[in-house]
């Protein structure tokens, strides 16, 4: 498995502002992915990180609204720009590894827009 | 599209009772299928199941996977409040993808 760090772990912010929230894996991984987590509901990708490259977005997120770095195998930002009370919600960075791509996650960020 | 389903959405049950959780999937390429445990913010990896009869167990704990239903059941005996949890089942296919995941099953244990 692996140890997946995540800052800061909450925070209450002011609509209209930004907040990059950092992942940190204890060992290089290919495959890194940011989720969101909206109250009540399931897990949803964000997008796919790619290292050296610009990341993935699944349908409905854009590079302008969550802006992603990758910037080696250990670590990545998410960035939740010009924010609004529709993004409070949980942000979970996940990586992949193992010949299944076992999945796990950091302990998640709870972002609160006021 | 690669679908993966999850039953009940939610369940109530008392203490020191068993449940089983349903999980089936539509996708091409199955490689093998997940079990997470999400109780506040993280989903914690329960089980991963690639073969079909195999029952994988930890503690009150134990899932099967049927390949040929499409689907998985995960089943606790002796529930605590400990496990009142959404439990997520999520579908790995080949290639570079992330997992596809069902919509959960809200657990709540009461005593």
């Known amino acids: 498995s692996a140890v997946i760090s995540q800052k800061p772990s909450r925070d209450i912010c002011q609509r209209g502002t930004s907040l990059t929230i950092q992942c940190q894996v204890d060992?290089?991984?290919?495959?890194m992915f940011w989720y969101r987590q909206q109250p009540g509901q399931s897990l949803t990708l964000i997008a796919t990180a790619n290292q050296g490259s610009e990341a993935t977005y699944e349908s409905g997120f854009v590079i302008d609204k969550f802006p992603i770095s990758r910037p080696n195998l250990t670590f990545s930002t998410l960035t939740v720009s010009n924010m609004s009370p529709e993004d409070s919600s949980i942000y979970l960075c996940?990586?992949?590894?193992?010949?299944?791509?076992?999945?796990?996650f950091g302990p998640g960020t709870r972002l609160t827009v006021l | 599209e690669d679908k993966v389903v999850q039953s009940p959405l939610s369940l109530v049950v008392h203490e020191g009772d068993t449940v089983t959780l349903n999980c089936s999937y539509e996708v091409t390429n199955f490689r093998s299928l997940l079990w997470y445990k999400q109780e506040k913010k993280a989903p914690t990896f329960l089980f991963m199941l690639?073969?079909?009869?195999i029952e994988k167990k930890s503690g009150r704990l134990s899932s099967i996977l049927d390949k040929k239903e499409l689907s998985s059941i995960l089943n606790i005996t002796a529930t605590q409040t400990g496990d009142s949890a959404i439990y997520l089942c999520?579908?790995?296919?080949?290639?570079?993808?992330?997992?596809?995941f069902g919509k959960g099953t809200r657990l709540s244990v009461i005593a």
């Open positions: 060992s290089q991984v290919t495959m």
């Open positions: 999520a579908v790995f296919v080949l290639g570079n993808t992330p997992l596809v």
């Open positions: 690639t073969s079909s009869g």
């Open positions: 996940s990586v992949a590894t193992g010949t299944h791509n076992e999945q796990f």
